[in-house]
């Protein structure tokens, strides 16, 4: 299992970026996928998480800024960040739980730094 995210970059407060992560090896169109980021210093944090039927739970920090999706067909989960601001400044991973024979496994992409510049 692979996940690969993009997306990443510098941008102005107030402006708008997209992550993409691509899942490989196996079929999420079942599986909760999840955004996370850390900034410096800090712990890593839940940022947003969609589920198999497209529901979505957003940080407090986020709601309405953010916005979680997914394609199935490419294995593939966005996260669209608007109304960027300097406090959103992180790397920020794409995560999947995967549950085999009762046993969980978690699988992380490898980060994409954002820089949101005041």
């Known amino acids: 299992v692979q996940l690969q995210a993009s997306g990443g970059g510098l941008v102005q407060a107030g402006g708008s970026l997209r992550l993409s992560c691509a899942a490989s090896?196996?079929?999420?169109?079942?599986?909760?996928m999840a955004w996370y980021r850390q900034a410096s210093e800090k712990q890593r944090e839940l940022v947003a998480n969609?589920?198999?039927?497209?529901?979505?739970m957003y940080t407090d920090d986020v709601k309405g800024r953010f916005t979680i999706f997914r394609d199935n067909t490419l294995n593939t989960i966005y996260l669209q960040m608007n109304s960027l601001a300097p406090e959103d400044t992180a790397v920020y991973y794409c995560?999947?739980?995967?549950?085999?024979?009762?046993?969980?496994?978690?699988?992380w992409g490898q980060g994409t730094q954002v820089t949101v510049s005041s």
């Open positions: 090896g196996s079929t999420f169109s079942s599986y909760t």
């Open positions: 995560f999947v739980p995967v549950v085999k024979n009762a046993v969980e496994y978690h699988y």
């Open positions: 969609i589920l198999r039927d497209g529901s979505a």
